[in-house]
């Protein structure tokens, strides 16, 4: 294992020189063990706060596979079911195919994979119906509520017949809709029964449980790292529009609880939980439910941010195809995603290994070079 430390000491020391990030925590468990957990550089550069094991970060899209594995418990129980349609739970959700196209039928198992037909405000242009109707993408606009939200996308409508394609989408926040309706608890509540709770993820919910512990966010920049204030645009892919943060979201009681981006956590609860998926699910879903979570459920669909083909998509997050064509030290069948925080991770199911990188620093922990240096520090 000390080559294993020595080699991940090296990638972040590199990406800290450099100055892509300010700071990371970056966890390697192996057969259920921690194999390498530090914290390196700074929580709060400008005030001299070093980065610690114990900190917080807003999750982003980490919040994903949490929410995701509750949903699965709840199709365990009878709750939900995979080819249900949301309108048995939400029946006034029916956004259209504009143009005529009518409302057709969104499915739990569209949601889960994000070929329901939704999208993001980023995934779409400056002028997209995302943003003419104020679609949030939990990240921002503090105070909004869920009902509020769910008709600003029924407004913006369809962007695909549900099925047709694969896009990155607020359907994770739907999917959190519906297992209120179906539970009569809050999201919060509904995920800390099946998952937090039972797993006790003490530092894992929807809002900041520790504001002393909360690090600062970062973007990256030519010259360094800059600091993010209270509203930020982080730019994302070309040609679409930048990614809205409100800092203040992470207090926020009384906007809605986002199933895709809302969640708060810290890197033992993170890592504890993915590692849990790896090996079958633990005591919070079946193992049956678990592979789901892992395997490819998409077909032959093509996952955008991917232009080699290589990747499926799963519960929760992406499935590694085809290590070769990626360029990718992963081995077939890996999952993984990230947070736009600055956060990405990686379970190889055939190495029994788990990888969570906590950063401060968007976008580099996320889709930058350090993810990539993590994971061939941590596979040798």
Not at 65 to 82: C, K, N, Y
Not at 103 to 111: G, M, S
Not at 216 to 236: C, D, L, T, W
């Amino acid at each position: 294992m000390t080559n294993l430390s020595q080699r991940v000491d090296a990638a972040l020391q590199s990406a800290l020189d450099q100055k892509r990030i300010v700071g990371a925590v970056i966890t390697v468990m192996i057969d259920g063990e921690v194999a390498h957990r530090k914290s390196y550089g700074l929580a709060d550069r400008e005030a001299g706060i070093p980065m610690k094991d114990n900190k917080i970060f807003r999750l982003a899209s980490v919040s994903k596979p949490i929410v995701t594995a509750a949903a699965m418990r709840m199709i365990e129980l009878g709750q939900l079911s995979l080819d249900a349609a949301v309108t048995d739970w939400l029946p006034d959700f029916k956004p259209q195919i504009p143009g005529g196209g009518g409302a057709p039928t969104i499915t739990i198992r569209h949601l889960l994979t994000h070929t329901a037909g939704l999208s993001y405000d980023f995934m779409q242009p400056d002028d997209g119906p995302y943003h003419r109707h104020r679609v949030s993408s939990g990240a921002d606009q503090d105070g909004l509520s869920m009902e509020e939200n769910l008709k600003r996308i029924m407004a913006a409508g369809l962007a695909f017949p549900p099925g047709a394609m694969w896009v990155y989408s607020v359907a994770i926040d739907v999917l959190g809709a519906v297992m209120q309706k179906a539970d009569g608890a809050t999201l919060e509540q509904v995920v800390e029964k099946h998952v937090t709770g039972p797993m006790k993820m003490t530092d894992t919910s929807f809002h900041v449980v520790d504001k002393d512990r909360l690090v600062q966010p970062y973007s990256n920049a030519p010259a360094g790292p800059i600091r993010i204030g209270e509203v930020f645009k982080q730019p994302f892919l070309p040609g679409l529009a930048p990614i809205s943060f409100t800092l203040s979201r992470a207090f926020d009681t009384k906007g809605f609880q986002g199933g895709g981006a809302g969640m708060i956590g810290g890197p033992d609860d993170v890592a504890r939980f993915l590692d849990t998926i790896r090996a079958g699910g633990g005591h919070i879903i079946s193992r049956e439910s678990a592979q789901q979570m892992l395997s490819n459920q998409i077909g032959p669909l093509r996952v955008l941010f991917d232009p080699t083909g290589s990747t499926g998509f799963g519960f929760g997050g992406a499935v590694m195809l085809d290590p070769e064509k990626a360029a990718s030290p992963l081995s077939p069948g890996s999952f993984y995603w990230g947070g736009v925080w600055g956060h990405s991770w990686f379970i190889d199911p055939a190495r029994r290994m788990t990888i969570v990188n906590l950063t401060n620093t968007t976008l580099e922990g996320m889709s930058g070079q350090l993810p990539g240096d993590v994971v061939r520090a941590a596979v040798g």
